[in-house]
């Protein structure tokens, strides 16, 4: 069992920077791929970003050159760095985890409660 808890969203201008973290309890969390997903209102849940536990990144297009995902193991955390904010990256952003490799958010089996991001024009 894995618990996520994310934080570090909020309001910012277009051009700014937030960095996201998200800190998971449990054991295992080495052996977890974790991932950031966003759900802006009225839309689905897209990917942004995961980070396996091999070290091994990818990220949507729409980020790509922007954001950055990192984690750290020894504290069981791992963030998501934006950079260059635009208003189409106003979302509620969450953090997940999966033993499988995968972009796809039925395939992630644990769930934060979210954390908002606004960003103003």
């Known amino acids: 069992q894995v618990q996520l808890v994310e934080s570090g969203g909020g309001l910012v201008q277009a051009g700014g920077s937030l960095r996201l973290a998200c800190a998971a309890s449990?054991?295992?969390?080495?052996?977890?791929?974790m991932a950031w997903f966003r759900q802006a209102p009225g839309k689905e849940r897209d990917f942004v970003a995961k980070?396996?536990?091999?070290?091994?990144?990818n990220y949507a297009n729409s980020v790509k050159g922007r954001f950055t995902i990192s984690r750290d193991d020894a504290k069981n955390t791992v963030y998501l760095q934006m950079n260059g904010l635009k208003p189409e990256d106003t979302a509620v952003y969450y953090c997940?985890?999966?033993?499988?490799?995968?972009?796809?958010?039925?395939?992630?089996?644990?769930w934060g409660q979210g954390t908002q991001v606004t960003v103003s024009s």
């Open positions: 997940a985890a999966s033993k499988a490799l995968s972009a796809v958010a039925t395939q992630y089996d644990y």
């Open positions: 449990g054991p295992t969390f080495r052996s977890y791929n």
């Open positions: 980070h396996t536990w091999t070290c091994y990144t």
